[in-house]
C-alpha cells in the first residue's frame, strides 16, 4: 500500500497571507489527523477528520481550519499567516478514529517570511 | 493540561550498547503509548506501540517496558546500530476516545557511535 502523501512538500509564504496544504491517507484509512512540529513547541495536535467531520480540535487559534473529503483525503487552510506558522506540518492517517495506529506523511515544510 | 515528559533531550551509546530513553505521562485516561522515529526531512514512523494490559511488549531489538503505578514507559534498543541514529518520541492517548489526539514528548536524539 502507498503510505500518506502530502503535497507540497516546501512551501514558502509571507505574513498576511493564507495557504492550504493537502494530505491523502493511505487507502482504506478513514481518520485523518493533522500536527504541527516546530523546535520549540515539538509535535502538536491540530485536530482530527473522520468521516468528514472535525472530531475535535487542538489548542490553535482560528486562523487554524481543515476539512475532509468523501474520499477521506484532508485539506488544512492556515490565513493571515504570522512569522510563528513557520514549521513542519504533519499529517498522520489511521484505519479508524480514537485510539488506533497513526502513520504519518513526510510533511509539508511552511516557511513564513 | 496533559504531558508528557521525556529524557534525556539526547543520547550517546556506543554501536552494540543498549540505548534507553524514558517517558512519564500525567493523565491516567491515557491507554495507548507508541514511539516513533523521525530521520531528518522525514515524518515520524511508528517504531512500536503498548496498552496498559501489559508490562512489556517486544519487538525485535526494540522493548517498549511500561510502569503503570509510576505512570512511566520506556523504551529499549538492544545491541544500538549506527542506523539507529535518529530522533526518537514517546506518545500517548486515550480518554475521551482518543478524540484529543496524540501528545508527545520533546524527543530523544539519540546518536550511536561506530
Known amino acids: 500500500k502507498a503510505g500518506v502523501t502530502q503535497t507540497p512538500r516546501y512551501l514558502i509564504k509571507t505574513r498576511g497571507q493564507q495557504v492550504t496544504l493537502s494530505c491523502s491517507p493511505i487507502?482504506?484509512?478513514?481518520?485523518v489527523s493533522w500536527y504541527q512540529q516546530t523546535p520549540g513547541q515539538g509535535l502538536q495536535f491540530l485536530f482530527e477528520?473522520?468521516?468528514?467531520?472535525?472530531?475535535n480540535k487542538g489548542n490553535f487559534p482560528g486562523r487554524f481550519s481543515g476539512r475532509q473529503f468523501s474520499n477521506s483525503r484532508s485539506e488544512m487552510n492556515v490565513s493571515t499567516l504570522e512569522l510563528g506558522d513557520s514549521a513542519l506540518y504533519l499529517c498522520?492517517?489511521?484505519?479508524?478514529?480514537?485510539?488506533?495506529?497513526?502513520?504519518f506523511g513526510p510533511g509539508t515544510r511552511l516557511t513564513v517570511l | 493540561q496533559q504531558q508528557v515528559k521525556q529524557s534525556p533531550q539526547s543520547l550517546i551509546v556506543q554501536k552494540g550498547g543498549i540505548s534507553i530513553i524514558n517517558c512519564a505521562y500525567e493523565?491516567?485516561?491515557?491507554?495507548?503509548f507508541p514511539w516513533y522515529q523521525q530521520f531528518p526531512g522525514k515524518g515520524p514512523a511508528l517504531l512500536i506501540a503498548?496498552?496498559?494490559?501489559?508490562s512489556e511488549k517486544k519487538e525485535g531489538r526494540f522493548t517498549i517496558s511500561f510502569n503503570k503505578s509510576a505512570k512511566q514507559f520506556s523504551l529499549h534498543i538492544m545491541d544500538s546500530q549506527p542506523g539507529d541514529s535518529a530522533t526518537y518520541f514517546c506518545?500517548?492517548?486515550?480518554?475521551?476516545?482518543?478524540?484529543?489526539?496524540?501528545?508527545f514528548g520533546k524527543g530523544t536524539h539519540l546518536i550511536i557511535q561506530p
Open positions: 498522520a492517517s489511521s484505519p479508524w478514529t480514537g485510539n488506533s495506529e497513526q502513520f
Open positions: 487507502s482504506g484509512h478513514r481518520s
Open positions: 477528520y473522520f468521516s468528514e467531520t472535525q472530531r
Open positions: 493523565n491516567t485516561a491515557f491507554d495507548y
Open positions: 503498548i496498552r496498559p494490559d501489559v
Open positions: 506518545a500517548a492517548s486515550g480518554g475521551r476516545g482518543g478524540a484529543d489526539g496524540l501528545t
